[in-house]
């Protein structure tokens, strides 16, 4: 026979039936007695005056009062609650809940249950028990059950709540779906999908009866982890129990597809939708959206933009800030104006995300003035620009060389309450470094300190990189070792910088240290790494020694780029085998390489080098035949050639060819070509040049 508990539970959403008029029970004082309150109020306040009141007494009169006079009930909840200090066991707690449960003061009740289930010392398993075992004693509603529940996950005590439905489960007590719903959702919303699908299963193996809102949390979790085979047999299952998709399930795939970038099958959910006859809404077409722009496809993007509104929807404000914060990404000032403008036609008053947008877009272009248009828009509106706004524009300020100016907004933002965090230091350090001002970088890195901001990963490594890039490399070691001492690990990025600070510096056995520690630490070194060395010995001409690591390099299934092939081509000419050189040219091509600019300069440069002329020309006309067009420096090398040999008349080839290719000159290709023909004696020809590259705006060098 089922538990009448149990039975009970698992029609809790169904109305009750009026109780049947039954005898009045015995009470310790009667109903009709006007003395009555008084007297039990008496024999309360006796109870609670002993250092150890009875638990017992205290549950004996609330379930007395509750049955004969619920009032008196209520205020004696209300006088236990009035003594803090009075230490109430989970039985007495449970006697108070099911008095309140019984007089629909809900709110109440959950206080109480919120105290009990927060009690030091108090399990599960004791509160379940005490709840259900005066159940009947109280008379009481099955939706206390679920309160318990919805309370635990309210408290965010979601593992409790799980293991308080399952001590429920064993004594025969069922949530209600309801109930069951929100702790599916309570677990689903802290990502514990497995245990929310465990749940699931127990609830569909107890036969409570399922809804529509319960295959929408199931699907929303099991599309966070992107199981989407499992979605589509949940959704069959489903059908079989008579609970259909409806537009929310709908949605949650389609948002989950996209950003899985899975855009193929979204717009077939979407398809779906329609022969369902249910009709997609602003959710659903903001959710296309975000998953066509967060992957490129900007153009469908804007074909369902056009669908949406001719589907009689109103796009809302999210709904243009996807569009543009996609727009923004790919750098279209075009189309993101395009779309601003649309939101301002519409009456839209754009939001923080708007201008944010708009703001990032043009400091990435390196236009602070219109970037500062947006921003002064935005505070017009009454928007107030947070830390991550400021340190946009200060980034862009930065990006751009300006300094003093990224130094004015911080002192904005400052004078604005907005207190400067780490990734804005970060920010202005990087700026800083990049200037060459590392006086200015080392003071701003010792007041982070000073304004009680730490210094992170990204500020100890920016700062390193500064000083090595500069020939500071000292202290850059000394700061390695701060870095080390605040316990922040580094990483390939950190050494590969001090590795190659070392090497330019000719400090190899410091480069050697910096070496092992690296691999002591478990950090092993990348194809950049590699590089780093090949390229210092190939500097020096060191083929043989830059080979050892390319060898160490390849042997490790870490293939080199045509960075690492450029450097061995550069020691080659360095060493004065041009010719080898070029043979490792022909390897790069045949291991797939594709030789750049760079490659085929340098190449130039050796066989210029060695006065192998027509080797050097010939690789001229291959770089055009590859695709590869020469720039300024590619034919500087050849005239810089020819006019140390005298052969003014090649040169002056070269510079007319390069002309007509549509190369531009430089101060170099002038400063070239007017030495060589004053040392030919030339000097028609030299002060010809000499006019003409005033007029181009190049400062001449006079000394001649």
């Known amino acids: 026979m089922a538990s009448p508990l149990r039975t009970a539970a698992r029609h809790s959403l169904r109305p009750r039936p009026h109780p049947r008029p039954r005898p009045p029970p015995k009470t310790l004082i009667a109903p009709q007695?006007?003395?009555?309150?008084?007297?039990?109020?008496?024999?309360?306040?006796?109870?609670?005056?002993?250092?150890?009141?009875?638990?017992?007494?205290?549950?004996?009169?609330?379930?007395?009062?509750?049955?004969?006079?619920?009032?008196?009930?209520?205020?004696?909840?209300?006088?236990?609650?009035?003594r803090p200090n009075l230490k109430l066991c989970s039985d007495t707690f449970a006697a108070m809940i099911h008095t309140t449960i019984r007089s629909h003061r809900t709110s109440q009740a959950q206080s109480l249950i919120l105290r009990m289930i927060r009690r030091r010392g108090a399990t599960r398993p004791e509160i379940v028990d005490a709840l259900v075992s005066s159940y009947h004693r109280f008379d009481s509603n099955p939706s206390v059950f679920d309160l318990l529940i919805r309370t635990y996950v309210q408290a965010r005590k979601l593992r409790e709540a799980a293991e308080a439905f399952r001590v429920l489960k064993d004594k025969g007590v069922f949530v209600s779906v309801n109930g069951c719903n929100s702790l599916l959702a309570g677990l689903v919303r802290i990502d514990w999908v497995d245990?929310?699908?465990?749940?699931?299963?127990?609830i569909v193996e107890m036969g409570i009866e399922l809804n529509v809102y319960t295959l929408n949390i199931i699907v929303n979790a099991l599309c966070k982890d992107r199981?989407?085979?499992?979605?589509?047999?949940?959704?069959?299952?489903?059908?079989?129990?008579?609970?259909?998709?409806?537009?929310v399930t709908y949605n949650t795939q389609i948002d989950a597809r996209c950003r899985a970038g899975e855009l193929k099958e979204a717009l077939e959910l979407l398809n779906s939708m329609g022969e369902k006859g249910l009709k997609p809404d602003v959710v659903t077409y903001n959710a296309l959206l975000n998953g066509f722009c967060k992957n490129g496809k900007y153009e469908r993007a804007k074909e369902l933009l056009n669908e949406m509104v001719g589907s009689d929807l109103v796009p809302n404000t999210p709904t243009f800030n996807i569009m543009l914060s996609g727009f923004c990404r790919n750098g279209d000032i075009k189309e993101a104006t395009r779309i601003y403008n649309e939101i301002l036609r519409r009456g839209f008053v754009p939001d923080m995300v708007s201008f944010s947008s708009m703001i990032g877009l043009f400091t990435k272009k390196?236009?602070?003035?219109?970037?500062?248009?947006?921003?002064?828009?935005?505070?017009?509106?009454?928007?107030?620009p947070d830390s991550v706004l400021y340190t946009m524009l200060i980034g862009g300020f930065c990006r751009i060389g300006s300094i003093a100016d990224a130094l004015k907004m911080r002192e904005e933002m400052v004078d604005q309450g907005c207190m400067p965090d780490v990734v804005t230091y970060n920010t202005i350090l990087n700026g800083l470094c990049k200037e060459r001002q590392l006086a200015d970088?080392?003071?701003?890195?010792?007041?982070?300190?000073?304004?009680?901001?730490?210094?992170?990963?990204?500020?100890?490594?920016?700062?390193?990189?500064?000083?090595?890039?500069?020939?500071?490399?000292?202290?850059?070691?000394?700061?390695f070792d701060k870095m080390l001492h605040r316990n922040l690990k580094p990483d390939i990025v950190t050494y590969n910088t001090l590795i190659d600070g070392t090497c330019r510096e000719g400090d190899i056995e410091k480069a050697n240290e910096l070496w092992d520690d690296m691999h002591s630490r478990g950090i092993f070194p990348n194809h950049i790494t590699y590089t780093i060395l090949i390229d210092n010995h190939c500097e020096k001409g060191e083929v043989a020694e830059a080979y050892k690591f390319w060898d160490e390099m390849v042997d490790r299934d870490i293939l080199p780029n045509v960075v690492t092939y450029n450097s061995i081509i550069k020691g080659y000419c360095r060493s004065g085998d041009a010719s080898k050189a070029e043979k490792f040219l022909e390897k790069m091509r045949k291991d797939k390489i594709t030789p750049d600019r760079i490659s085929y300069n340098t190449l130039i440069h050796g066989f210029m080098k060695e006065e192998k002329m027509q080797e050097?020309?010939?690789?001229?006309?291959?770089?055009?035949?590859?695709?590869?067009?020469?720039?300024?420096?590619?034919?500087n090398l050849l005239m810089s050639g020819l006019?140390?040999?005298?052969?003014?008349?090649?040169?002056?080839?070269?510079?007319?060819?390069?002309?007509?290719?549509?190369?531009?000159?430089?101060?170099?290709?002038?400063?070239?070509?007017i030495n060589g023909h004053v040392a030919a004696g030339n000097l028609k020809e030299a002060f010809w040049l000499h006019d003409e590259m005033l007029q181009r705006g190049f400062v001449p060098d006079d000394s001649f």
Request: aromatic fraction near 10%; glycine fraction near 4%.
């Open 33 to 82: 007695n006007p003395s009555s309150d008084t007297l039990l109020h008496d024999k309360l306040l006796s109870s609670l005056d002993r250092e150890s009141p009875d638990p017992s007494t205290i549950v004996s009169l609330l379930s007395t009062c509750t049955h004969s006079n619920p009032e008196s009930a209520h205020r004696l909840v209300d006088l236990l609650l009035r």
């Open 195 to 202: 245990l929310a699908w465990e749940i699931y299963q127990e």
């Open 227 to 247: 199981k989407f085979q499992q979605v589509d047999i949940l959704l069959l299952e489903m059908e079989t129990r008579e609970i259909f998709p409806d537009k």
């Open 366 to 384: 390196g236009d602070m003035s219109r970037a500062l248009m947006y921003f002064r828009e935005m505070k017009s509106v009454g928007l107030i």
């Open 441 to 479: 970088a080392e003071a701003l890195f010792e007041e982070m300190s000073q304004r009680g901001v730490p210094p992170d990963f990204c500020t100890f490594t920016t700062l390193i990189n500064g000083y090595c890039k500069y020939g500071c490399v000292e202290k850059a070691l000394k700061l």
């Open 616 to 635: 050097a020309f010939a690789l001229l006309s291959e770089m055009e035949k590859q695709g590869v067009l020469p720039d300024v420096l590619s034919y």
């Open 643 to 673: 006019c140390e040999e005298g052969k003014m008349q090649e040169a002056e080839w070269v510079f007319k060819r390069m002309l007509g290719k549509g190369t531009q000159p430089d101060r170099y290709t002038y400063t070239t070509l």
